[in-house]
């Protein structure tokens, strides 16, 4: 196995996206915009676009090409909400903010819809929902209080009986579940792609192979340093998420970069189609350590969880994923693995994304705990809005808390995974 960051175009997504390449060029020269955007994922393209269409003209740097990172090479689920459950954000956040927040987090996917409608995004969306499995009959429950809470709410879920899950997905091994209609699937890359051409159609600026080498405060504002460019910027949204070692000090520090490994098959035949994952819906488990899979929009099976901890793949894991989709979908496995890769994605030690502004004129938007589509979505709006008409972020703004333990992230995570796996062989929900 080689580097995590190498893994790019062994992604599904980028042999199968109907949107094609932006080639956008590298900055070159010196450049002002009111509104600089560092990253060119679903954070920074989705800001930059509602930005363009409120009448401002942003200018997005994008360090490789849009879609390089986490939003080119995810498992391509749209699923709304948090990690954490409407009562417990009402909990934390109180009534006011707590109702705010879930109702931005549970539109979520609405969001991403629409913007694939509105825009003519060609990504394959398919709007079938989300099944959340119980892997065991002590995660049940769990699962089965976070549907009523929904439910509560007005969402149309359905609870799942262990009959009715191996029915729509084509495996007997989990124990019930729910299904939440508003979630789906498309394919990621395609969709950031799509993204960057509504932006730049709406008047945003776009650059690619343009790495921010450097940010400093100048007077009122702000410079960035490309390779071969200067932006001084008003104001500065940094959108890298899991990619932006060195730029801020102390934000690399403040999130857990995780790999998150994907394997998917050769397409399979009809028959396995219309039985296994069929019509576009989408699951994950309840495992800590948990595996997330769908059918592709071309016939294949993929599968993914967490990976290794660090920039190298680790191909016992890889194997491990790969001997997971033989257990649960035996069928499929026997066609092969056509593919395999692997992206960086953010961990919060809260569970939350995170919303940072650490000096005037400067915000950070980071960590969605592998649900960045929808979240990416929704929070790019909200801070698109922030900047435009100084509308008050529903989501709250936190310092930057580097972790003090960071240096040593690897053999303390590499630990926690090790217990989460034990958790998981007995039976505990996450």
């Known amino acids: 196995m080689g580097r995590s960051a190498d893994s790019f175009d062994r992604a599904l997504w980028w042999g199968a996206s109907d949107e094609p390449a932006l080639a956008a060029p590298p900055l070159r020269g010196t450049t002002d915009t009111d ?79 629409d913007l694939i409608e509105r825009h003519r995004i060609r990504c394959a969306p398919r709007r079938a929902g989300w099944i959340q499995a119980a892997h065991s009959e002590r995660a049940l429950p769990a699962v089965l209080n976070r549907a009523r809470q929904w439910q509560e709410r007005g969402v149309g879920v359905s609870i799942l009986s262990r009959d009715e899950i191996a029915a729509r997905t ?40 343009s790495p921010a080498l450097s940010l400093i405060r100048k007077g009122a504002g702000w410079e960035i340093r490309t390779p071969e460019g200067l932006v001084r910027a008003n104001r500065v949204l940094i959108a890298t998420n899991a990619y932006g070692e060195g730029l801020l000090p102390g934000l690399a520090q403040s999130i857990l970069p995780v790999q998150s490994m994907l394997v998917a098959t050769a397409p399979l035949p009809e028959d396995l189609r219309a039985r296994l994952m069929p019509g576009g ?47 649960i979908f035996p069928e499929a496995a026997r066609f092969g693995i056509a593919q395999r890769w692997s992206g960086q994605l ?29 979240l990416a979505t929704a929070l790019g709006r909200m801070v698109a809005n922030h900047l435009a008409s100084g509308e008050e972020p529903v989501f709250p703004v936190t310092p930057i808390r580097p972790l003090a333990w960071h240096r040593l992230r690897e053999p303390v995570m590499n630990a926690g995974i090790r217990w989460y796996w034990l958790k998981d062989r007995m039976g505990f929900a996450s």
């Open 35 to 113: 509104v600089a955007i560092v990253g060119g994922g679903f954070t920074g393209l989705v800001t930059a676009l509602h930005l363009a269409e409120a009448g401002l003209a942003p200018l997005v740097l994008e360090a490789r090409h849009v879609g390089f990172g986490a939003s080119g090479r995810n498992g391509g689920q749209v699923i709304p909400g948090l990690k954490y459950d409407p009562e417990a954000l009402l909990q934390k956040f109180g009534p006011d903010r707590g109702r705010a927040l879930i109702d931005l987090v549970g539109g979520a996917a609405d969001g991403v819809f």
């Open 170 to 209: 084509g495996t007997s091994l989990y124990h019930g579940g729910w299904h939440d209609p508003r979630a789906g699937g498309l394919n990621p890359l395609a969709y950031a792609r799509g993204l960057g051409r509504a932006a730049i159609a709406a008047g945003a600026h776009l650059f690619e192979e």
């Open 281 to 327: 819906v989408v699951l994950s488990e309840t495992r800590k350590l948990a595996f997330y899979m769908r059918q592709s929009d071309d016939g294949r099976l993929v599968l993914g969880g967490r990976g290794a901890v660090g920039p190298m793949e680790d191909g016992r894991l890889m194997a491990a994923l790969e001997a997971g989709l033989a257990r």
């Open 346 to 374: 953010a961990l919060t030690l809260d569970g939350l994304p995170h919303l940072h502004a650490p000096e005037p004129g400067l915000q950070v938007l980071l960590g969605y705990n592998g649900r960045g589509i929808a």
